[in-house]
DNA sequence: TATGAATGAGCTTTCATTCAT
DNA sequence: AATGAATGAAAGCTCATTCAT
């Protein structure tokens, strides 16, 4: 009754039932991004769809299942953009603003992605926590971030009380905070984050600030 | 048919009212918090509630009114409490330092008050901005950081490329994503930013942090 | 517990409790005309009163007692008018002529009552049924037009296959209608019936019919 | 979500899904007609109906939605029986009767169409005046009492200071009247304004007063 | 593989009415 | 004689989901 979720798609007529999940997938992607999940519709979807209800029932067995997909693939993609980091040839210190950069465009060209995130912790990650399809992604920044560190403290750069996993945080904090809270941000202190120009002064400062702390004395 | 919306509480009858009106607003405080707007019910706060569902709509007016008054007073607490920090007698590095750990500590003691946050930033802010109350409530932590933050450029000891509100939405940024992205790191990378040990380690970094990049040449 | 129906007002306390009455009478008049008994408003009546909504209840009971004391009010009201109709030294036709345009007039200066007697209608008038008030007051025009047909069919001017109540509803029919249906009929006929230059001819019109009709010989 | 307002049914499939609306529509009609549109209640329609309340927003959007559907077709049906009108051959007197007649009878066979143009003009017209539907119906009745009158006046046998539409105005206050008002009359003076007899009285009358009326010299 | 029609449970909101003072 | 607070029942409407074809 359910197809078989591995897209191993041959056949031609097989060809236009993928479309027509990956149409259901892009636009649910968009509506819980917009709405969350509560408050995303069912019927919305398949109404900016090409199909029909059934069909979202037919591929995703219920709302759940759409979201729970929704977010396999747009974390599986930001994962697949890390994974073509290059950093060949660069100081752990140039590394590092390269992961931070790096992060920092992630974000602002996938904001559908932050709200699904901000969605999903609402949610107390319930659904990412069941999906077997994101433990088994890896976390390629991560472990690259793990790497540089390693060798900028090495070679004695680098403040050693810090471990990647603290660097990462501290790099996707500002990154996410800067999309997914500019709503309230700018409501309170009138500045809106994502101006052009606010954009590039922040994306020079994320870099300047990581760098001075690991660069800086551990206290 | 509605009655005052301005709390003027004042003769002895009215005392009653007041804390049914207390008491609804601080069970839809917990329910939009834990489920979101959308995915709170009325029907659920009313039975968590002393009181039935009508003294919702009496006193709020519908979903949407009480979802405004319930944003409105948690920011008006966390306004009060930066309104009584005190940093007499410190450097301009000690102030900051402070600031960040009473931030840190704000948003640890409320937890609700955060995810509220995210929920208004997946409408868009469209209460926030809409909320007159909001708007008079002025900004204590972000003003005293410029008192500071000036001081400590006058005096040579602070970068001059960055402004309070920078400086406010690093620290913000941090302490933030903590509570509000806990369960999204803590399934990709296995680890919990709320455990006390890690607590404690964060505090501090985001201190050293901020003061090792506003110390720093500017680049 | 319920206050005297009859208005016996004597002291000076009381003058206000019939001020109360009268108030809520007059703004409930209005609002049942406007939206009829059921899109009637009981919060809508008490709030655009000067009491407050339990004085409703106190003085007509719920909220089908207060319809009930409403549309009393209004029949004998136009009761009252009637009454005062003289045709005194007028020959039958004059004096038909008379009636059929106190009516009309009766009926332009209050569009109230007609509304309230369309929602009664709707109402299959079980109100004024049972209203022992109602029924007491006779019906002056209704009366008098016997008595001048009497008189026209005796003197052998007038035709003798009709009595009192055809001519009342014919002469009733045609007022009650151009008010009542106003709506309808400009919208499918693009003609406002009571626009001031209609209102004029229409009368001149009502009388000639009626006195034509009276007047020619019976087929 | 909602499906095509207009009836493009052609195929099979699509008679049971018909079938379903015009069922809503018959129950709404005679819900609305009895109660009027505030008292009409979506749940007893739903329960008269062979589906389920959830059908009625479905094929109406809302109970306003509804509450226009049966208007439009109730005013429609009129139009029809109307356009089917026969005077070939007649006099313009007798035509006029005939069309005195028929109107008459109209009424007397469709009363849940008067109490729903009450209904409609208690609402102050507010869904006749938007419907395009009916304004592009035309009145074939009014039409033909046009041609019927303008050639009467020109034989010279009508009075010529009035038009269709004053003629019209007044065959249908007249029987909108006998049943619309009935209740409140009989009530008052005890006469049962449909009652057999009265009504053949009554028909005859009607006739009677348009044609002396339009044969009489005008003053 | 696809679709229009249908559904029941449950959601937000409203209403006439009454209580405590 | 008067009032603000409170209420239960029911109203209009929406949602995720499934059926028949």
Redesign the pocket.
């Known amino acids: 009754m359910t197809?078989p979720t591995t897209t191993d798609t041959g056949g031609k007529?097989?060809r236009?039932?993928e479309t027509?999940r990956l149409n259901i997938l892009d636009v649910a992607t968009s509506e819980f991004a917009d709405k969350g999940y509560a408050g995303?519709?069912?019927?919305e979807i398949a109404e900016r769809t090409h199909?029909?209800?059934?069909?979202i029932?037919?591929y995703f067995t219920?709302?759940?299942g759409l979201y729970q997909s929704v977010l396999e693939r747009s974390y599986s993609r930001i994962r697949e953009r890390e994974r073509e980091l290059d950093i060949e040839g660069l100081t752990p210190s140039e590394s590092i603003r390269a992961i931070a950069s790096l992060t920092f465009d992630h974000h602002e060209n996938n904001p559908d992605f932050i709200r699904l995130v901000s969605t999903e912790n609402i949610l107390r990650g319930e659904h990412i926590r069941k999906s077997e399809a994101l433990n088994n992604l890896g976390n390629p920044a991560a472990e690259l971030l793990e790497r540089i560190l390693t060798r900028g403290q090495a070679d004695g750069v680098f403040r050693t009380d810090v471990d990647a996993l603290d660097v990462h945080m501290a790099i996707s904090s500002f990154c996410v905070f800067r999309l997914s809270n500019r709503y309230t941000f700018e409501a309170l202190f009138g500045r809106d984050l994502t101006a052009p120009a606010h954009r590039e002064h922040l994306r020079t400062m994320l870099g300047d600030m990581i760098i001075a702390f690991l660069t800086s004395d551990a206290t």
Not at 40 to 43: E, G, L
Not at 51 to 55: A, E, F, N, S, Y
């Open positions: 197809p007529r097989r236009n039932s027509t995303a519709r069912v019927d199909t029909t209800k059934r069909m029932y037919y219920d709302k759940e």
